[in-house]
C-alpha cells in the first residue's frame, strides 16, 4: 500500500506543487519572521556589548519616571559632579570617566534640513576621548565651546567635513552653530554604533545643552583595576553612592538595553506571525480543495484498492502519507526561503535603520520546529476530510463508471451557520468589552470563526450568485458554457472562492476601519480645532519634532493674529499613575481653540501652582476643585498642585493641563505644536508667510492652514493601510494560486468532455476563452463574497468604536471597484495556463480517456 502510495504521488507531482506552494509562502512568513527577529536581537546585543566594552560599571540616578520601551524615551536623571569624585576613591576603581549623553542633539545637514533617524538616537554628548572602541578618523578634538566632533555615519548623512560652520538643534536651548573639528569613527571600519548619531561638545557645553546645567552628568563610566571583578566593585561602588542611584555591571547594562529593543522586536514579530495565520488559513483552503479534486478522480482506483483487500484505514493512511509528503518538502522549501526573506528584511530594517552594523543570519531552533509543524500539520489538517471521503468508498465502484455526484449541502449550511453565530457572538464580546482581559484574542477567534462559517455557508450561495455573474459573459457559446462549468460543483467554486474570500475581505474591512477612523477624527478636528494656522511637524522617530518657544511670543505680535497657544506634552506620575499632561502658554486660547467647556470651578487662566483636568479622570481620581494633586515630571523634583477647574473633556483634548512655567520640568521642554487665531476679516495668506519667517531656525516644524495640518495628520492612516495591504497580498497571492490549481485539476477531470467539445467544432481560442470565464466568475464570486464579509466585519467595529469618536462609516466605493477590476484581472491571470492546456489537448487521445 504505501509502495502504490508513493508511486501515485510521483504520477501526480505536477498537480500537487501549486498546493504546496501555499504552504511554502505560508511557511516562509513564519519562518522569515523568526529569522529576522532573530538576527536584529543579535545585532542589538552585539551593538551594546560594544558600546559598554569600555565599562565595568555604570552609575546613573534613577529615572524621575520609569518608562517601557513601548512608553517612549527614558529621561535620565542628571549627577551631580559630587558623586563623581565619591565615586574614583571607592576602592578597586582605575577610572571613572562623567558621561554627558542624552537623546535630542539634531544636526543641520548642508541642504539645510534636519538629519532625521528612524529609531536610532541622535546623541548630544561630551567628548571624553579616544580608546580602544573610538578613534578620530579625521581633524582633532573640541577645545573651544564653539567646537564639536561628530560620528562618520552623520558626517556622511549630512554631506559635512572637517571646517564646516554646522548648525545643531537641542531641546534646552535655541539653534546652536559650531565649528566642525573632527570626525570619529569605531573599531572594525563602523561608521556609527548602530546608526545612532552622535554629536560631542566640550564637556561645560555638553552639560549645558543636554542636561540644562553645569557640573551635572548623565552617567558615571568605570574602569576596574585589575584583579577586581566587575560585580565585586558594582556592590562596592552601589555601598558608596547610596540608595538613590542605579549601579549596574557593563554586562547587566548592555543586556538590559538590548531586552527593552528586544521587547518591541517581539511584538513586532506577533504582527508578522498573525499574517502568516492568515497566509495558511488561505491555503488551507487551497490544500483542501486540491486533496477534494484529486480524490474524487480517484474514486476508481480507491475502489479498485478496496476490492483487492485495502482497508478504509489503509486508504485513509494512503491519503495521509501523501499530504505529511507534501508537508515535509513544502516545509523544507518554505523554510530556505523564509531564511531568505528574514535576511533581506533585516538588511533593509539595518539601512533604514541609519546603518545597523548586522549578525550573521542565523536560524534559531523555532523557526525550524515551527516551519515544519505549521507546514505538515496545516497539511494533514486540509487533507484529512478528503482522506475520510476516500474511505468510505464502496469496492463496487470499480466495477461503475463513476462520477462524483453531488451529495446534499444540508448538513454544511447548518454547520456553517452554527459556526458563524459563535463567531459573530464571540465578535459581540470581544467589541463591546465583555471579555475582560482578552479582548484581542476573542476578536481574533470570533474572525476565525466568522470566516470558517461563511466558508461553510458559500456553496449554498455559489450556484445562484455564480450563475448570475456568468450571464455577463453568456452572449457566447464558449461564454455559457464557462457559466455552467463555475457552478456544476458549488463545494468546489465555494472553496476556492472563500480562500480568494478572506483576503479581500481582510483588506476590505481594514480599509473601512481606518477610513472611517480617518473620517471622524477629520471631521471632529474641523468642528473643533477653531485655529486658522497650525505650526507642527512630521514625527520621524521617538521624539517630535519641536520648537523655540520664543516664537509663540514673536508671532502673538504680528498684525492680524488675535492670539497664539503653544503646545507642550510630558508622561509624568500624577497621584501615583503615570498620566499624559500637557502645558500651553495661553489657557483662555487653548480652551477657545479645542472647545471645552467648564463643570467645575475656573478654566479661564492657571496660576504657577494650579491645574485643570477632565471631568473624567477627575472622577476617577476623586479629585474636585481645590484637590492637590502631586506631579512627577520627567526633570526636577516633584510638585504640588491644586485644582483650578474642571472641564468636560473633547474627542480630541483630554487630561491634565499645566501652566507654561511646568515645562521646564518637560522631557522635551519646547513645543511640538502651535495653534494661532486671527482676526475677523484677515487672511491665512497674509500671516502665513511671517510664521514661516518666524521659524527660520526651527527646520523640523512648519507652519499650514487648519484644512492642510488636519490632513497631514491623518495621512498617516494612509500609511499604515498601504502596509497592511501589502502584507496581505500574499494571502490573495496564495488565493490566485488556488484558482490556478482548481481549474488545471478540473480541466484534467473535463479530458474526455473538452474532446468531446473540440471534436464537434470548439477551436482553441473558444476553448481558452471557455476556461477564462469559468475563472473570471469564480474570482469575481470570491471578491464580492470578501467585500461583503469584509464591509459587515469593518461596519461591526465602527459601530464598536462611536464611544471613542469613531462616528462616520465610509465605505470607500472606488477602492471597492478596483478590488472588483483586479478580481477580474486575477481570474484572467490565473486562467492562462489551464486554458492553454485546454487548448492544445489532443482530440482523439482525449475522447478515448477514462
Known sequence: MLRATLKSLLARKVRLVLSGLAVVLGVMFVAGSFVLTDTLGRSFDSVFSDAYATTDVNVAAKPKVALSEFEGEQIAAPLPAAALETVRKVPGVADATGVVATDGARLIGSNGKVVTSFGPPQLGENWTGENELLKLREGRAPTADTEIVINAGLAKAAKVKVGDRVAVLVDLAPKQEFTLVGVFGYSGDRDSLGGVNEVAFTNPVAQQLMLGARDVYTNISVRAQDGVS????RDRVAAAVGDGYEVK?????????????????????????????????????????????????????????????????????SVLVEAVAIGLVASALGLGAGIGVGALLAYVFGQFGGGLELAGVGVPPVAVISSFAVGILITVIAALIPALRASRIPPIAAMQDVATPDRPLTRLTVSGAVVSVLGAGLLALGLTGAAGDNVLGTILGGVLLAFIGVALLTPMISRPVVSLLGRIFSWSVPGKLGRL????????????????????????????????????????????????????????????PTFDPTVLERATELPGVKAVAG???????????????????????????????????????????????????????GLSVGSTVPVQLSRGEAHTYTVRGIYSESELYSGFLLPQAATKDFAIPRPSQGYLQLDPGTSVGQVLPQVEALLADSPEVSVADRATFIEQQTGQFDMLLTMIQILLALAIL???????????????????????????????????????????????????????????????????????????????????GVLIGLAAVVGVVAAVLPAIRAARINVLGAIAHE
Do not use: C, H
Open 734 to 816: 496564495i488565493a490566485v494560486l488556488g484558482i490556478v490549481n482548481t481549474l488545471a485539476l478540473s480541466v484534467l477531470e473535463r479530458t474526455r468532455e473538452l474532446g468531446l467539445l473540440r471534436a464537434i467544432g470548439l477551436n482553441r481560442a473558444r476553448t481558452m476563452w471557455m476556461v477564462t470565464v469559468e475563472a473570471v466568475v469564480i474570482s469575481v464570486f470570491g471578491a464580492l463574497l470578501g467585500m461583503a464579509v469584509g464591509a459587515g466585519l469593518g461596519a461591526a467595529v465602527v459601530r464598536a468604536l462611536r464611544d471613542e469618536g469613531i462616528t462616520d462609516l465610509v465605505l470607500p466605493w472606488a477602492q471597492l
Open 249 to 317: 555591571t557593563g554586562e547587566q547594562l548592555s543586556a538590559d538595553s538590548a531586552a527593552g529593543l528586544k521587547e518591541g522586536l517581539a511584538f513586532f514579530n506577533q504582527i508578522l506571525l498573525g499574517f502568516a495565520g492568515v497566509a495558511l488559513l488561505v491555503g488551507t483552503f487551497l490544500i483542501l480543495n486540491t486533496f477534494s479534486i484529486i480524490v474524487a478522480q480517484r474514486t476508481r482506483e480507491l475502489a479498485l484498492m478496496r476490492a483487492i483487500g485495502a482497508s478504509g484505514r489503509q486508504v485513509v493512511r
Open 485 to 544: 462549468n463555475s457552478g456544476r460543483n458549488p463545494r468546489r467554486t465555494a472553496i476556492t472562492a472563500a480562500a480568494l474570500m478572506i483576503g479581500i475581505a481582510l483588506v476590505t474591512g481594514v480599509t473601512i476601519i481606518l477610513d472611517s477612523a480617518k473620517s471622524s477624527i477629520a471631521g471632529l478636528a474641523e468642528e473643533t480645532i477653531s485655529a486658522d494656522l497650525v505650526i507642527s511637524g512630521a514625527q520621524s522617530g521617538p521624539r517630535p
Open 230 to 233: 566587575q560585580a565585586a566593585l
Open 567 to 621: 503646545f507642550w506634552g510630558d508622561l509624568a506620575v500624577v497621584n501615583g499613575v503615570r498620566e499624559w499632561v500637557n502645558a500651553t502658554n495661553d489657557v483662555p486660547a487653548m480652551v477657545d481653540i479645542y472647545g471645552v467647556k467648564p463643570t467645575a470651578g475656573s478654566i479661564d487662566g492657571l496660576g504657577p501652582d494650579q491645574v485643570l483636568v477632565d471631568a473624567s479622570t477627575a472622577r476617577d481620581m
